[in-house]
């Protein structure tokens, strides 16, 4: 089963087009509408799940991260239209790089190849963890956890649908709705045809992948976060700040597990604390405080259960809504503390001193460093990074949240321009024609001349992108873009785009870049020269 599995995956790799073809620019799309005709099944096989985990004794927190509901199927939604949006840039070529010689350099964005992704009770992972990892042109193996065997089905049918609907080779996603458990150990073994393993969930199922299994690891560590209040917080804000580090999602990776304040501030914030619970709609919690804060305000209490705080509380990560509170003696103690229990996943720090919150960014070391802010800040779409599948804790390869571009790699490509290695060597010119030698710069002055300059510009980039054997004297604006003589596809598209800002020194509309086309090449001169004359600042200048 895993060997044919496994053959299954890597043909649908080779079948696949290369990443940033149109197919993968519709698959969000695609697959959301799949999810919208299918919800309502969905949610009945999640029922079905949740009766099953009822009936097993299952506690409330699971069963609250098991649970679908229509937020749900917004939040995909959301999540498809991130990465419609984020994909042509994640695909786009890097900037060429230019060496001794006439060797010009640049990376172009590659698939990791064969991805496994292992989680538990969070039946969402299985759309995310198959949009991502697919639109970035990458097969992957989806086992979630048994729990969630029936909702976990419908959804492989889901993806599968969307996957034809695309014209994508349905390999390129394997639900593994065994749940046998010596299946896993056995993938986990397969270093020599699985690229990378994302293992989502416990910390003990993230150690035990790490630990059985030779394929390298993007991994979410434990979520034993701490926010330290700095004496000279705006105490108010920081309460407002700890609660929503908290309450909203109380099991999530970058909830808040302990809050270290500052002695001579933290009545002050038990106090916020517990006005804050008062206030109509903040869901109850519990508050862990020590001996002598516990005399003091547990009398006074109101919609907060309080408990004395012990060593246990240490390093643990609570998954529902309980909060320990610690006072120390100033920032030191509270970086011993982080590096003693947290897991490098996320730390913060409130305070109105600058100095105190440089001192603990350059001392703290995690993934994420939220400085006047709620840990739940750390998000990719928050933070201007784009859709992320999880939040890796690693030192290599990716750190923070995994974005599109965390499921890539990269090929160098090297246009030699007729150098050899004894050229560099010696310092020799290349020897080049015109075409070949470099940028074209012009001013964003509008006239004839600079018009004309574009259009040789764009008119050699379409050929190099579109591989045609003329020359750019042979191309013609009346040419269609993609008719018989020129063929690029969206990811050619959008790397001729960043080559054209480059070699032009323009800045082009944003939405250029996703999804708008053109039918030839004169429309597409036509913009860029637009683009060149909205920016005049000096004359018309043409250089090659």
């Given at each position: ?60 927190a699971l069963l609250g991260r098991m649970r679908l509901d229509p937020e749900d199927l917004s939040w995909l939604g959301e999540l498809a239209r991130q990465v419609a949006a984020h994909l042509p840039s994640a695909l786009a070529p890097g900037p060429e790089l230019r060496g001794a010689s006439g060797v010009v350099t640049r990376r172009l964005p590659k698939p990791l190849g ?431």
């Open positions: 089963m895993i060997e044919q599995m496994l053959d299954s995956a890597h043909r649908a790799l080779a079948d696949a087009p290369a990443p940033g073809d149109a197919a993968y620019l519709a698959l969000p799309r695609l697959l959301h509408e799949r999810l919208c005709r299918d919800w309502d099944e969905v949610l009945r096989a999640n029922e079905s799940d949740l009766t099953v985990a009822r009936q097993r004794g299952h506690p409330e064969v991805l496994l992704a292992v989680y538990e009770a969070r039946p969402t992972v299985t759309v995310e963890a198959a949009l991502l990892a697919i639109s970035a042109g990458n097969a992957v193996l989806l086992r979630g956890g048994k729990e969630l065997a029936r909702t976990n089905g419908v959804m492989a049918g889901t993806v599968a649908s969307a996957l034809s609907d695309a014209g994508l080779p349905p390999g390129l996603a394997h639900v593994l709705d065994d749940p046998d458990r010596s299946l896993l150990r056995e993938l986990l073994k397969r270093h020599d045809r699985i690229d990378a393993l994302i293992p989502r969930g416990s910390p003990t199922l993230i150690d035990y992948c790490a630990e059985h299994s030779r394929i390298p690891v993007i991994a979410s560590g434990g979520g034993v976060n701490h926010l330290y209040v700095h004496r000279a917080a705006d105490v108010e804000l920081a309460a407002e700040l700890v609660l929503d580090s908290k309450l909203p999602q109380p099991a999530g990776c970058t909830a808040v597990e302990t809050v270290l304040v500052d002695g001579e501030v933290a009545g002050e914030l038990v106090a916020a604390l517990l006005r804050r619970a008062a206030e109509p709609g903040t869901p109850r919690f519990a508050l862990r405080l020590p001996p002598d804060q516990v005399r003091r305000f547990a009398p006074v209490a109101s919609g907060v259960d309080i408990d004395v705080a012990d060593d246990g509380d240490n390093g643990r990560e609570f998954l529902d809504r309980t909060l320990a509170l610690r006072p120390v003696d100033g920032l030191d103690q509270a970086v011993r503390h982080i590096r003693r229990y947290g897991t490098g996943h996320t730390e913060g720090v409130i305070t109105a001193d600058t100095a105190v919150a440089e001192r603990f960014c350059a001392r703290v070391d995690a993934a994420c460093l939220v400085v006047n802010g709620s840990l739940r800040l750390d998000d990719g779409p928050t933070m201007g990074l784009g859709p992320e599948l999880s939040i890796s804790t690693g030192r290599l390869h990716v750190r923070g949240p995994v974005t599109l571009d965390a499921l890539l790699t990269h090929s160098w490509v090297v246009h030699g321009n007729g150098a050899t290695r004894e050229d560099h060597r010696a310092g020799k010119p290349a020897t080049v024609d015109a075409e070949q030698r470099g940028p074209v710069k012009i001013s964003r002055q509008v006239g004839r001349s600079t018009r004309e300059a574009v259009s040789a510009v764009v008119r050699r980039l379409v050929l190099r992108e579109s591989r045609s054997p003329l020359s750019a004297e042979d191309i013609g604006e009346d040419e269609p873009l993609n008719g018989g003589t020129l063929r690029i596809n969206s990811f050619g598209f959008v790397g001729m785009l960043v080559h054209l800002e480059d070699e032009l020194d323009v800045r082009l509309p944003d939405d250029l870049f996703v999804g708008r086309r053109f039918e030839t090449v004169g429309d597409l001169v036509d913009l860029v020269g637009s683009a060149c004359a909205s920016g005049a600042t000096g004359t018309e200048e043409a250089t090659g």
